[in-house]
């Protein structure tokens, strides 16, 4: 599992004791400070191996807000940053009493995954050129309200809904280009679990299903997070 990372110029105003207490009922997994660093982390069950799963980690550092996340060897990076780009927007916006935030470092990687996903619509086929144009034109409209970004709360607020949009609507697209859904992923390894009393040999269904062996190896994850598997050990 590879890691991601976003740096953030931000300048700390006042002590994170007071950001502390109110990531502490947020759901996180891990909050930890220590030398002048508060760190919130969320994980999401176990990996095959039993290894906790990265969901993403912040890092609350005097100068810069670091934001690193978990990215799968099958799952591409543009998509994977679609997901977590709006959390990552949310937190900051809870953030926003302790931090000047330099806007410009932010939009940089706002504008990044807007350019990709530019690129990948393009690809797809003359369908998507009308797509491919309405991105174009709100990275002109984002340039224009860049500005605006940590000033003003109900433009990060529109901002932010139009970036959950834009992400749904693309994120529908990549999977119809990647192949077999997460959903349909699922329901076929669990059913062959079921067929085939409560066992699965990896190499066997990826051959049947014509998936890929790391495909097949998110699906258990997956399961296996979410509560409808267990594995078994010898």
Known sequence: MAEEKINIAAKQKKPLK????????????????????????????????????????????????????????????????????????NIIQVAEDYYDIRPTSLFAHINAVLSEAAKIIDRD??????????????????????DDLVRSEEANTRILLECEH??????????ALTGMS?????????????????TIDVREFSKANSVALTRTEE????????????RRFE
């Open 18 to 89: 007071g950001l502390a207490s109110l990531f502490s009922g947020l759901g996180f997994t891990k909050i930890s400070y220590a030398q002048d660093v508060l760190t919130v982390e969320k994980t999401k069950g176990q990996d095959l191996e039993g290894k906790p799963y990265l969901e993403y980690r912040v890092e609350f550092c005097p100068e810069s807000i670091d934001f690193t996340y978990a990215v799968s060897a099958d799952k591409r990076k543009v998509a994977r940053l679609l997901d977590l780009l709006p959390v990552f927007l």
């Open 125 to 146: 086929a003359l369908e998507f050129s009308t797509q491919l144009t309405e991105l174009e034109a709100r990275h002109v409209d984002l340039n224009a309200k860049y």
């Open 166 to 175: 834009k992400r749904d609507e693309l994120q529908k697209k990549l999977t």
């Open 182 to 198: 997460d959903d349909l992923l699922k329901e076929s390894v669990f059913n062959w679990i079921r067929i085939h009393g409560g």
């Open 219 to 230: 699906g258990l994850n997956m399961l296996i997070r979410e509560g409808f598997i267990r």
